[in-house]
């Protein structure tokens, strides 16, 4: 526990590196024998004699990771529940002594924190609460040391809870986001009839996929695929029933991963006389058959093999069960620290039948090869070759070949290997609304010239109806609102406004665009969500910062005059960060990760919010974490028609505002530097003291 006269944190020795701030171990090459090429299968152990690591000794130094090098460790760990709704912030820290022991389900004692949380949530009034993972900390707990007992003295069991929470593997500082009301439950069945509904709509399949893990356990995984992906190298799912799958798995997560599992699908337009399936042909809602059937395909029934899983597929209205089998295997060779060669063996599977193709899909979509990357030989471009008119000869990465061998993409064709002459956009909330285009490059049209790049390439401007933007309004959003459904990125200027850099005068504008926006894209298939993301208001997330004793920046640059310039970024930009104390920007830097939408901004900082809060813990043990404590205060003024008037003032330019618990500053970059504009109580008063002020 803190000692009240210094203020300082208990801390004890690191039990994993006993104090010495590092730790002796094993060299990684021991484990593979004394040789060059290896495989992860058991072999020898002895180290490696040429190895780079431990020069064949067999033992190394590691810095101990888990005290930082310190050598102890604090005996301290901090609870918090936020209630976003309210601002209420409740903490309760756990040191050696505060927390009563209880015996754990499974023999020995532990330090329960799940009622801990329970009794924040209520002091804060939240009726729902989770971590950034959708953990409501139902299983957290401190597990004592066997030796714990009631009957020992006290300063023995406080020593050794201060040993179990000085060890403990848990983040120092946990905090809990709450609201004031709770969603309305789901029922499983229901669930599973709206993404069946949602897969119908949007002309995909739903997949419900149980994979073994080891022996009898079966991993779960929901996900949407275009027909004809392929089945996932790896394991997905992470739950062991398909109620529990039911009752975790959300939209995104199922539509994410899509591009890359759909990669090499075969790409048909679909057919737009035929209308998706409104009612199945078979209640979705029979879970225990459905479930049991799945798992009795993940056994061969001639011979009672385990296979590696089965599944069972949502497509034309009816359900499709198939098993997973073994196709081959791939093998790859990875480089390992210690110089030795690991051959790399990954097994591919298949589905033991595949369904009929859905009634959806119409006509192939034409393709040709990229003409960039060489597949065969594992070459994609050189990074001297994105944008420039020919190879550089003096290339030090690729020797003047324009070719070379490395991790990044192909910037042609993002590793499809092929380039579309045509494409299909799905246009959805995800929800209900759903629109489907089918591009064709032999659907050609004029496109006049809107502008003229630096280096004498002429930009065009494609018809209205290849133009995202004004497909938005069908739905009811904004141009600026629409991101890709798979990952969450916004569509970029040229895609809502169909602006094309022709590279080629001989190559129809429409093709290129077609060629480009086509990239890796499963199935020929863009999907784009029309719908803000779903994140508090700008006020709640300031006093979220604010009452968890941090600060936000607010940037914005506005653009709005360049509404009819495609070689400038248009519209206004937005940039939220919640920090420690210090502005962001300095001198030098670039200018920020910008999105078209506050909204956006706003899920970019929440997405980074726990590495915000791992850097707010102190590094020396010996200071104590905050134990923040905040009741319940008045919302606060909608900032942002303030920002936009200070934005507009300094159009071009990026203006930060730095908001902490008793005023804001505001920053203006100009030319790669920071200039300070004014400081008040609050943004009304610092746009006062500028001569912003609303008249």
């Known amino acids: 526990m803190s000692d009240p006269t210094t203020g300082r944190s208990l801390v004890t020795t690191c039990p994993s590196c006993d104090g010495l701030t590092f730790t002796l171990g094993v060299c ?50 901090v609870l918090t529940v936020v209630n976003v709704d309210t601002g209420a912030v409740a903490s309760v820290s756990v040191e050696p002594g505060t927390v009563s022991p209880r015996p754990a389900p499974d023999g020995g004692w532990h330090l329960p924190l799940k009622p801990l949380i329970d009794e924040l949530a209520a002091t804060v009034g939240a009726a729902t609460w989770s971590d950034a993972y959708g953990q409501s900390g139902t299983e957290s707990a401190v597990w004592l040391p066997r030796e714990w007992s009631p009957e020992l003295p006290d300063d023995e069991r406080l020593a050794l809870e201060t040993r179990a929470i000085a060890g403990d593997s848990g983040e120092s500082w946990q905090v809990y986001r709450g609201r ?65 799958a039911l009752g975790t798995v959300t939209v995104p997560s199922a539509i994410s991963g899509i591009a890359a599992r759909g990669i090499a699908a075969p790409a048909r337009y679909l057919v737009p006389s035929v209308e998706s399936a409104t009612g199945p042909t078979k209640p979705v809602w029979e879970l225990d058959e459905l479930e049991r059937r799945v798992l009795a395909d993940c056994t061969d029934l001639r011979t009672g093999e385990r296979l590696p899983g089965a599944s069972v597929i949502w497509r034309n209205g009816r359900w499709w069960h198939t098993t997973l089998r073994i196709a081959g295997r791939t093998e790859r060779l990875v480089e390992r620290e210690t110089g030795q060669l690991v051959r790399r063996f990954t097994e591919v599977l298949r589905r033991g039948w595949e369904p009929p193709d859905p009634d959806w899909l119409g006509e192939p979509i034409g393709r040709t090869p990229c003409p960039s990357c060489d597949p065969e030989r594992g070459l994609r471009p050189c990074f001297c070759t994105v944008g420039a008119p ?22 042609t064709c993002l590793d499809s290997h092929r380039i579309y002459q045509g494409l299909i956009v799905t246009i959805t909330d995800l929800d209900h609304q759903v ?169 970019y900082a929440l997405d980074y919010l726990e590495s915000v809060l791992a850097e707010a813990v102190p590094d020396d043990p010996a200071q104590p974490v905050a134990v923040p404590q905040t009741p319940a205060s008045d919302a606060i003024a909608d900032p942002e028609p303030l920002l936009l008037r200070l934005a507009a003032h300094h159009a071009e330019q990026w203006v930060t505002v730095h908001f902490w618990s008793t005023g804001c500053r505001v920053d203006l970059r100009e030319q790669g530097n920071l200039r300070h504009l004014a400081t008040a109580a609050d943004l009304t008063g610092a746009l006062a003291a500028l001569g912003l002020a609303d008249t």
């Open 28 to 77: 990684a090459c021991v484990g593979y024998g004394s040789r060059v090429l290896v495989t992860d299968e058991p072999a020898p152990r002895e180290p490696y004699q040429e190895c780079r690591v431990c020069h064949g000794v067999g033992r190394v130094a590691n810095a101990c990771g888990r005290c930082g090098q310190r050598g102890q460790r604090r005996a301290q760990r």
């Open 180 to 244: 004031s009301v709770a969603p309305l439950p789901v029922a499983p069945e229901h669930r599973l009839g709206q993404l069946c509904a949602l897969a119908d709509r949007l002309c995909l399949d739903l997949v419900l996929e149980a994979r073994r893990l080891n022996g009898d356990d079966l991993l779960w995984d929901i996900r949407f695929d275009v027909p004809g992906a392929a089945v996932p190298a790896s394991r997905r799912g992470t739950t062991y029933s398909l109620v529990e």
């Open 390 to 411: 020919a190879v550089d000869p003096d290339c030090i990465r690729c020797g003047g070949t324009g070719l070379r061998a490395g991790g990044m993409a192909c910037h």
């Open 435 to 603: 629109v489907h285009l089918n591009w064709r490059a032999a659907d050609a049209t004029p496109a006049p010239l809107v502008a003229t790049q630096p280096g004498g390439k002429p930009v065009v401007q494609l018809p209205d109806r290849f133009r995202l933007a004004t497909h938005a309004s069908t739905l009811g959003v904004r141009p600026e609102d629409l991101t890709e459904a798979d990952g969450g990125w916004p569509v970029d200027q040229d895609l809502r406004q169909g602006y094309v850099t022709l590279h080629a005068t001989d190559v129809e504008p429409l093709t290129q665009h077609l060629a480009h926006a086509g990239r890796g894209r499963p199935g020929a298939r863009l999907i784009v969500l029309a719908a803000p993301p779903e994140v508090p208001p700008l006020p709640q997330v300031i006093r979220l910062a604010l009452g968890l004793g941090l600060t936000i920046d607010v940037s914005v640059c506005d653009n709005r005059h360049h509404a009819d310039d495609p070689l400038r970024v248009q519209g206004i930009s937005w940039h939220v960060e919640i920090t420690l104390g210090a502005p962001v920007w300095t001198a030098g830097e670039i200018a920020p990760t910008d999105r078209p939408t506050l909204a956006g901004a706003v899920a």
